[in-house]
């Protein structure tokens, strides 16, 4: 079974820091183009970054210049570093399969990802 799993979230202040990553089991990460969204409560769930299989990324507005995406082909694995954190950051951050094939043009809506993972919580709260 083809899934995802993220890991590394949690309570952080704001202006700190975070990393999540994501890994696969059931199949091959490093071949696919890879993306990060979030939901934050009552809101949709919104895509943040993609990277792709050459290691080209995309991000949203909200994120550019504080948050960078890459791989590890050795580690089989995709990180979220998440710098200068803010409340409006908060949310439950997942990672999917960008099945868009258009990651280095614009980051990928829902509807275009997946298999997905679970979700991990970022709250960013003093």
């Known amino acids: 079974q083809e899934q995802l799993v993220e890991s590394g979230g949690g309570l952080v202040q704001p202006g700190g820091s975070l990393t999540l990553s994501c890994t696969a089991s059931g199949f091959i990460l490093n071949y696919n183009s890879v993306a990060w969204f979030r939901q934050a409560p009552g809101k949709a769930r919104q895509g943040v970054s993609c990277?792709?299989?050459?290691?080209?990324?995309n991000y949203a507005d909200a994120v550019k210049g504080r948050f960078t995406i890459s791989r590890d082909a050795a580690k089989k694995a995709v990180f979220l570093q998440m710098n200068d954190l803010k409340p409006e950051d908060t949310a439950i951050y997942y990672c999917?399969?960008?099945?868009?094939?258009?990651?280095?043009?614009?980051?990928?809506?829902?509807?275009?990802?997946?298999?997905w993972g679970q979700g991990t919580q970022v709250t960013v709260s003093a």
């Open positions: 990277i792709n299989s050459i290691g080209d990324t």
């Open positions: 999917a399969v960008d099945r868009s094939h258009r990651c280095s043009e614009v980051v990928p809506t829902p509807s275009e990802a997946g298999p």
